[in-house]
């Protein structure tokens, strides 16, 4: 048998040096990767902590190059210039001139995020305003940008607050901006979480780690078999609405509300279950947002990591509901403009952010005027829950569509062109598409308690069963897959 040395060499030499769009936790060069990666990961578990750091960040850093190319270099610019300024600011005297030093660093640190993802918005705006004709520049998003420079505005302010002590040292605060399980689309991770534990990594806790396992296969379903399966049908109906009837749209409508939620939830999950088989312990991301009984009880349980971020450096700074209700209402729909923007910069996701905002105030509204003094009973609970999922789904055509026009056109179909009767050839044409969204709905109705036991009968279960659920997930994922593996959605946040 011949074996050819220097295709491989070339085939192993692309790989190291060739960055690649499709780059992410369910692609199985990254799988590989990561495997050759923890298995030397674990071997160090001997050495000094400081080499076991260093190799993290390296594998970190790899992993920025080779989903972003030569742009990863703002990775480690950021990291630096955060960190470098961030001490000197502390070193100023408290008041005006400290809070002036940290007016600076974050300017320095929103920099690179305002120049690649809003320059060309503005230059549209600027356009429209002034009848200009100023051509978009060529810009490439980085991926990831939003998450890792959020992350150090908060390690900015919580030093300048003196929440976080200002004494990181590079090393670990480099290690913090630049773990790869968050690169690309977080969850937004503060200091205060994954920094102390970077020196006492909990590598023989083998709760956490199965812990991690489960997350990781949760992960996989939800992204690799839900997310990606509905995610072909969808992209149809809002790529070509009126070319189907109002019922197929619907269905697009609920599709689309499942797949954002599947991959988006389904990357936190394999995200936090990475870190844990690393030893370290982030925050959940997701706590069953679609049983929300209103849309402040939604924002409390949906992406909690950038809620509670906005919560804490945007609506509280802004006087919170410290001011009375109808600044309330105010601070509530000005951070959701900015939730809005923070996803893209279009005209579409900042009306995804007013339509929001308006139904907090409307929530707000309904509770100063005695909602909450209505009898929590069942029929209550039903009727509370349909109107807050419908609004949600429907919101979410504007966050999905490329423009006005396609929202209002499957808006008007579902109005106007639906039947009942379209329901049976719709199961013949699509049964395995509607059985996934049927699975998956049932899946986001299960209670927390029957998760949470569902998650410590796999914890306490042998490893032979353990390795049994890995296969199958993984042989369903490839069979799903159909060599048709959907990007993450919030790479492109």
């Given at each position: 048998?011949?074996?050819?040395?220097?295709?491989?060499?070339?085939?192993?030499?692309?790989?190291?040096?060739?960055?690649?769009?499709?780059?992410?936790?369910?692609?199985?060069?990254?799988m590989a990767s990561f495997l050759i990666f923890f298995a030397i990961y674990i071997g160090l578990n001997k050495h000094k902590k400081v080499s076991k750091q260093a190799y993290v960040i390296l594998f970190s850093l790899f992993f920025a190059y080779k989903a972003n190319g030569a742009l990863m270099l703002l990775l480690p610019l950021t990291t630096l210039s955060s960190w470098f300024f961030t001490q000197k600011m502390m070193r100023l005297r408290r008041g005006k001139p400290r809070k002036i030093g940290l007016f600076l660093v974050l300017s320095i640190e929103l920099l690179p995020l305002l120049y690649y993802k809003y320059t060309n918005f503005t230059i549209d705006i600027f356009n429209s305003l002034l009848k200009t004709n100023f051509s978009p520049l060529q810009l490439i998003l980085p991926v990831g940008i939003s998450f890792y420079t959020f992350q150090a505005i908060s390690y900015t302010i919580d030093v300048h607050k003196e929440r976080f002590p200002k004494s990181t040292k590079l090393l670990d605060f480099t290690f913090y901006l630049t773990f790869f399980p968050l690169l690309i689309a977080g969850p937004i991770t503060r200091a205060e979480v994954l920094i102390p534990q970077i020196h006492t990594p909990q590598t023989t806790n083998k709760a956490l780690i199965n812990k991690g396992l489960w997350l990781i296969i949760c992960g996989l379903i939800k992204k690799a078999i839900l997310a990606d399966y509905l995610a072909q049908y969808n992209n149809w109906i809002f790529n070509d609405p009126l070319a189907y009837s109002g019922f197929e749209n619907l269905m697009g409508v609920l599709g689309y509300t499942l797949q954002i939620y599947?991959?988006?939830?389904?990357?936190?999950?394999?995200?936090?279950?990475?870190?844990?088989?690393?030893?370290?312990?982030?925050?959940?991301?997701?706590?069953?947002?679609?049983?929300?009984?209103?849309?402040?009880?939604?924002?409390?349980?949906?992406?909690?990591?950038?809620?509670?971020?906005?919560?804490?450096?945007?609506?509280?700074?802004?006087?919170?509901?410290?001011?009375?209700?109808?600044?309330?209402?105010?601070?509530?729909?000005?951070?959701?403009?900015?939730?809005?923007?923070?996803?893209?910069?279009?005209?579409?996701?900042?009306?995804?952010?007013?339509?929001?905002?308006?139904?907090?105030?409307?929530?707000?509204?309904?509770?100063?005027?005695?909602?909450?003094?209505?009898?929590?009973?069942?029929?209550?609970?039903?009727?509370?829950?349909?109107?807050?999922?419908?609004?949600?789904?429907?919101?979410?055509?504007?966050?999905?569509?490329?423009?006005?026009?396609?929202?209002?056109?499957?808006?008007?179909?579902?109005?106007?062109?639906?039947?009942?009767?379209?329901?049976?050839?719709?199961?013949?044409?699509?049964?395995?598409?509607?059985?996934?969204?049927?699975?998956?709905?049932?899946?986001?109705?299960?209670?927390?308690?029957?998760?949470?036991?569902?998650?410590?009968?796999?914890?306490?279960?042998?490893?032979?069963?353990?390795?049994?659920?890995?296969?199958?997930?993984?042989?369903?994922?490839i069979n799903f897959s159909q060599d048709s593996v959907q990007p993450f959605i919030y790479t492109y946040f």
């Open positions: 048998m011949n074996i050819d040395f220097q295709h491989i060499v070339n085939s192993f030499s692309s790989f190291l040096f060739q960055p690649t769009k499709d780059w992410s936790f369910c692609t199985i060069p990254f599947c991959d988006f939830a389904g990357y936190s999950d394999i995200a936090i279950g990475l870190a844990a088989l690393m030893g370290y312990e982030l925050s959940n991301n997701f706590s069953f947002p679609y049983q929300s009984l209103n849309l402040t009880e939604f924002w409390h349980r949906w992406h909690i990591a950038l809620s509670s971020w906005f919560r804490d450096y945007v609506y509280i700074p802004l006087g919170g509901n410290r001011k009375g209700q109808l600044r309330t209402y105010i601070n509530s729909f000005f951070t959701m403009i900015i939730a809005g923007l923070w996803h893209g910069a279009s005209g579409m996701f900042l009306l995804w952010g007013i339509l929001h905002g308006l139904g907090l105030i409307a929530h707000k509204f309904c509770v100063n005027i005695g909602l909450n003094k209505i009898p929590n009973n069942l029929l209550v609970k039903s009727t509370s829950w349909l109107i807050t999922f419908s609004y949600i789904s429907l919101v979410w055509i504007f966050f999905r569509a490329a423009n006005i026009d396609t929202a209002f056109h499957i808006l008007q179909n579902i109005a106007n062109d639906f039947s009942v009767t379209d329901f049976y050839p719709f199961l013949m044409a699509r049964p395995m598409w509607l059985f996934l969204l049927f699975v998956g709905l049932e899946l986001l109705a299960i209670r927390k308690q029957d998760y949470e036991w569902l998650q410590e009968k796999f914890i306490s279960s042998h490893w032979i069963v353990k390795f049994i659920v890995v296969l199958l997930t993984i042989q369903l994922a």
